[in-house]
């Protein structure tokens, strides 16, 4: 069976498919529990980071050999992404 895919943009979504976040816990969010709205612009920029780390890897991947150097560069692009995009969309975003 094939699973729903959606925009990590999408608000709504995004929202549905995380479990409701442990309701009288005020302690930190290390592992990101918790969501907040985006706006616009941090969506934008979320997608732009996407984007952009995909096409490098899709370069990486034309032009470069099948061994480990290419499989560390890969991953090193994904990690890249998502801690720019764990940054992004921190819920202490601005708080620091």
């Not at 592992?31 to 612009?41: F, G, K, T």
């Not at 941090?42 to 096409?55: N, P």
């Not at 490098?56 to 470069?64: A, D, G, H, P, S």
Request: proline share 3%.
């Amino acid at each position: 069976m094939a699973k729903e895919t959606f925009d990590s943009t999408d608000d709504e979504k995004r929202l549905k498919n995380n479990p409701e976040p442990l309701k009288d816990y005020t302690g930190p969010d290390d592992v990101s529990r918790l969501y907040r709205m985006l706006s616009n612009d941090e969506k934008k920029a979320m997608g732009d980071i996407k984007e952009m780390s995909q096409l490098l890897i899709n370069k990486i991947r034309e032009v470069c050999d099948d061994n480990e150097y290419r499989k560390d560069a890969v991953k090193h692009i994904q990690m890249g992404a998502m801690w720019a995009i764990k940054n992004l969309t921190d819920v202490n975003r601005g708080k620091n």
